[in-house]
């Protein structure tokens, strides 16, 4: 399941205006998904989007970053700062703090499976003229759950 932003979704994430975002496209190689119309909004691949995002900043900060800049026992404290924090996470998980992704992912998943039986239960006490529509409510609201849901599991 492809994740898609819309223009205005990334204008607001980003806090710019769609011209900027318009602009992206047209100067700054942002990959279109699909082109909108006069009544629709292009719309991108999120994980395209964060690509392009990312190397656009890294190419950024490349150009206007002097070598000379960097302070080698700051980058030195830096690393044994993220070294420790390894070292945390480590340990939390041998005191079984922290679970596997895929745990979660199925606990979500068994989660989600008792929450649509429910939900599908509940037209069978309506009232005839509101089954046919409750049910489709329902149905419909299921299938974006299901679209969220294995967008995680990407």
């Known amino acids: 399941m492809t994740i898609t932003l819309s223009?205005?979704?990334?204008?607001?994430g980003m806090g710019v205006s769609k011209r900027a975002v318009t602009n992206w496209v047209k100067d700054g190689g942002l990959e279109v998904h699909r082109r909108g119309d006069s009544n629709t909004e292009n719309t991108f691949e999120l994980k395209a989007f964060v690509k392009w995002w990312a190397d656009r900043e890294i190419a950024r900060r490349v150009a206007t970053t002097d070598v000379n800049d960097y302070d080698r026992s700051e980058e030195e404290a830096r690393l044994k700062h993220h070294q420790a924090n390894l070292e945390e996470i480590k340990e939390a998980e041998k005191r079984g703090e922290l679970i596997p992704l895929s745990d979660a992912i199925s606990e979500f998943g068994e989660l989600v499976a008792n929450a649509r039986a429910k939900m599908?239960?509940?037209?069978?006490?309506?009232?005839?003229?509101?089954k046919k529509r409750l049910d489709e409510q329902i149905r419909g609201a299921l299938d974006e759950l299901s679209k969220s849901?294995?967008?995680i599991q990407e």
């Not at 223009?7 to 607001?12: C, E, L, T």
């Not at 599908?120 to 509101?130: F, H, Q």
């Open 149 to 151: 849901a294995a967008a």
């Open 7 to 12: 223009s205005s979704d990334i204008a607001g």
């Open 120 to 130: 599908l239960a509940i037209s069978k006490d309506a009232p005839d003229d509101y």
